[in-house]
């Protein structure tokens, strides 16, 4: 008989073995799984599993005076941040401006642009950079039958321009009799009107922006006003000026 057990010992053990695994396979499957608790913190805000119980318990301690400095700090310094970049074509702030810009108010129908222009020399001696302040308005947004699309069908609003180079002036240089000119070569105020259309990017395709803006704009200069009004022969085409842009909604 021990001869018979050395002699198949390899059998034995090959089952004991399959005995453990089976073993060991069984207590796993009814033991219960231990493992942390996920947290994911997004912009200051904590996400915590879904309790077992329906009761939450809520502290009754007040956030402090020091607290609710803070929470104000973060939110005026919050409010600096871009929601938006604008690129656009013409509009008498050079061929191609390009800058960013706040969406506020109720229903984001207001927004401040900051916008940096590229003028190409043309017949001057070099290319110039002008800067623009943008204010525009858009009192609605109409989405188009219950998609990702929407149509405003007004937008207006002003904007201040100014060119940089020394060749340019606010005020009249002394070589001019007084009033010889009347107005500034270096700042321009302008007003517009236009329309925009808006596609809404689905939340799985989002990137970079969460939406993208194609717009058109007319719009005009008070210098250009002023001379539609005094030489009667201009014609629209001559104190008008027709501008693209697409804007694309980073917030």
């Known amino acids: 008989m021990k001869w018979s057990i050395i002699k198949y010992r390899n059998y034995f053990a090959i089952a004991l073995c399959l005995i453990a695994i089976c073993h060991t396979g069984t207590a796993t499957a009814f033991t219960p799984a231990?493992?942390?608790?996920?947290?994911?913190?997004?912009h200051d805000t904590l996400y915590l599993p879904s309790p077992e119980t329906e009761s939450i318990a809520v502290s009754?301690?007040?956030?402090?005076?020091?607290?609710?400095?803070?929470?104000?700090?973060?939110r005026h310094?919050?409010?600096?941040?871009?929601?938006?970049?604008?690129?656009?074509?013409?509009?008498?702030?050079?061929?191609?401006?390009?800058?960013?810009?706040?969406?506020?108010?109720?229903?984001?129908?207001?927004?401040?642009?900051?916008?940096?222009?590229f003028l190409p020399k043309y017949d001057s001696d070099k290319a110039k950079l002008t800067f623009t302040i943008?204010?525009?308005?858009?009192?609605?947004?109409l989405q188009i039958r219950q998609s990702d699309f929407s149509f405003e069908p007004l937008s207006c609003g002003l904007y201040l321009n100014t060119v940089f180079g020394d060749e340019f002036w606010v005020h009249?240089?002394?070589?001019?009799p007084q009033g010889y000119y009347g107005f500034s070569s270096k700042v321009r105020f302008h007003i517009f009107a236009g329309q925009r259309f808006t596609y809404n990017i689905p939340s799985r395709f989002r990137v970079t922006a969460r939406a993208i803006t194609l717009f058109y704009e007319l719009s005009t200069s008070d210098l250009y006003v002023v001379s539609a009004f005094t030489n009667r022969y201009l014609k629209p085409k001559d104190y008008l000026s027709l501008s693209f842009g697409i804007k694309l909604q980073l917030l």
């Open 172 to 176: 009249e240089p002394d070589r001019y």
């Open 77 to 117: 310094w919050e409010a600096l941040i871009p929601t938006h970049t604008k690129l656009q074509f013409a509009g008498n702030m050079g061929l191609l401006s390009i800058g960013t810009g706040w969406d506020y108010g109720r229903r984001n129908q207001w927004e401040t642009d900051l916008l940096f222009g």
């Open 134 to 141: 943008k204010q525009n308005y858009i009192p609605w947004s």
């Open 60 to 74: 009754p301690v007040k956030p402090s005076r020091y607290d609710r400095r803070v929470h104000r700090y973060r």
């Open 34 to 42: 231990l493992q942390d608790t996920t947290v994911i913190t997004i």
